[in-house]
Nanobody
């Protein structure tokens, strides 16, 4: 069993930055494919960014050039650095871990971009 705990959400003005963190329990974190999803009010959940166990990354077109996903296997943590935030980035952001048919979700952290 893997537990994921997100942190770092909050209220930020347009153009601002936030860094989300997702801390994972368990010693096999480094083998997991990690990603961030988000769900905005009235919209479907969407994949924001992903990182493989080897460090390869992938991003949704809407966040390319603004968001950066990274991982620190020594700390069992994955990060999402979000820059140049826009009101349309407002959503609950979820951390997700997957490996060999197993999948785990965090509880989510709210990000609100508003002036």
């Amino acid at each position: 069993q893997v537990q994921l705990v997100e942190s770092g959400g909050g209220l930020v003005q347009p153009g601002g930055s936030l860094r989300l963190s997702c801390a994972a329990s368990g010693s096999i974190f480094r083998t997991f494919y990690m990603d961030w999803y988000r769900r905005a009010p009235g919209k479907q959940r969407e994949l924001v960014a992903a990182i493989t166990s080897g460090g390869s990354t992938n991003y949704a077109d809407s966040v390319k050039g603004r968001f950066t996903i990274s991982r620190d296997n020594a700390k069992n943590t994955v990060y999402l650095q979000m820059n140049s935030l826009k009101p349309e980035d407002t959503a609950v952001y979820y951390c997700h871990a997957a490996r060999s048919g197993y999948a785990y979700w965090g509880q989510g952290t709210q990000v609100t971009v508003s002036s």
